[in-house]
């Protein structure tokens, strides 16, 4: 069974990075494209990060400018790169493509 898993997460400080990290099992991506998302304590997941037919990688209005999104040559594994971190930004980060489904999620904390 084809499964995304993201890993990185982890307990930082306002201002601080960390880089998220989403493998796709079996034969990759392929021509799927995956999208970060973010969900906050208590609140709905929302998107931050996707890739666009066009190969134009989208980003949502709070973390643009913050956060980038890359993926590998081999397209096994997407990365959200998060700088200048802020409480805001805590919660679980899921990655998602349409043909995978939802990975596990990571856990982000970012303390102030």
């Known amino acids: 069974q084809v499964q995304l898993v993201e890993s990185g997460g982890g307990l930082v400080q306002a201002g601080g990075s960390l880089t998220l990290s989403c493998t796709a099992s079996g034969s990759g991506f392929g021509y799927n494209l995956p999208h970060w998302y973010h969900r906050p304590p208590g609140e709905q997941r929302e998107w931050v990060a996707k890739?666009?037919?066009?190969?134009?990688?989208l980003y949502h209005a709070s973390v643009k400018g913050r956060f980038t999104m890359s993926m590998d040559n081999a397209k096994v594994t997407t990365y959200l790169q998060m700088n200048s971190l802020e409480p805001a930004d805590t919660g679980v980060y899921y990655c998602y493509t349409a043909a995978h489904g939802w990975g596990q999620g990571t856990q982000v904390t970012v303390s102030s």
């Open positions: 890739m666009s037919t066009s190969g134009e990688i």
